[in-house]
């Protein structure tokens, strides 16, 4: 199966910084248009420029706080009212916190649950159908190497991801012979905004990538005559991710809490 870009229109959540930025330049490099999605505007605008005019595509931008109530029903309706059909949907979008879960902020506990779990599942059933009557299409679900064991110190964080690669697997393999293609990505520590984000360094597990290397690693997997349902970037991570498969389950947790307060 060959993925067209070209004249396609790819919606990208957290386009205003890090993996998502990277996805828009791709996408947009390959000759697809863009819709940015994330809350800060201005940082939407000037990536919409560039991307504008470094690859002469369309950047359409919706500034928007996706953990409000029918943020979802909002963003598809604002796309139906621009007469924008979406053909990528890149559920990138997402933070991670990061203490113990009893003294945690409950309201922060909860826009996290919101938007890795509940925002990613509601926009993909928002928009699927589409792809699956037109029997063409991507979903790219940005999981991550959290994905593979619990995460003591990151309980909800790894707990998400968890989710995350669960369903998009699954859901690979339900609509694949409907010609759509949905794919898992799992990065392990990225350079982004994240760890600002998260505010501790020591979530950063394992050497850094670039957003470039997640992301080629991503188009890589798009580009293969049967893309794989998931895929883990760096060989580092893919190697720590076979490892924590073969440790038994209870020890999983003493192992990633170590390395976690180290
Ligand atoms: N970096 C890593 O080490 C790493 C590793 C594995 C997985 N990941 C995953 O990769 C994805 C992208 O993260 P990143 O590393 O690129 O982090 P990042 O640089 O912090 O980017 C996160 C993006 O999400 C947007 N966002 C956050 N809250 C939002 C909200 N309520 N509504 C709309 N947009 C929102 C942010 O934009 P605004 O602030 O403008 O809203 C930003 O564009 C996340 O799902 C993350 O869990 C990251």
Partial sequence: MTITFRGTTALIT?????LGTEFADQFARRGADVVLV???????EEIAAEVRSRHGVSAHVVPLDLTEPGAVATLADELEGRGIRVDHVVN???FGMKGAFAEADAERIDALVQLNVAVLTSLTRAFL????ARGSGTVINIASTAAFQPLASMAIYGASKAYVLSFTEALAHEVRPQ????????PGATATEFFDVVG???????????????VDAAFRALARRKPP?????????KTGAVIVGLVPR???????AGLLER
């Fill in 14 to 18: 957290g386009a205003s910084a890090g």
């Fill in 200 to 214: 501790d360094a020591r979530a950063a597990v394992g050497a850094m990538q670039t957003p470039t290397q997640v």
């Fill in 250 to 256: 209870r020890a999983r947790v003493a192992l990633t």
């Fill in 229 to 237: 349902y998931s895929i883990v970037s760096g060989v580092q991570n």
């Fill in 92 to 94: 990138n979008a997402g």
């Fill in 129 to 132: 159908p589409a792809l699956v």
């Fill in 179 to 186: 010609g759509v293609t949905v794919l898992a990505v799992c």
């Fill in 38 to 44: 994330a809350r800060r505007a201005d940082r939407l």
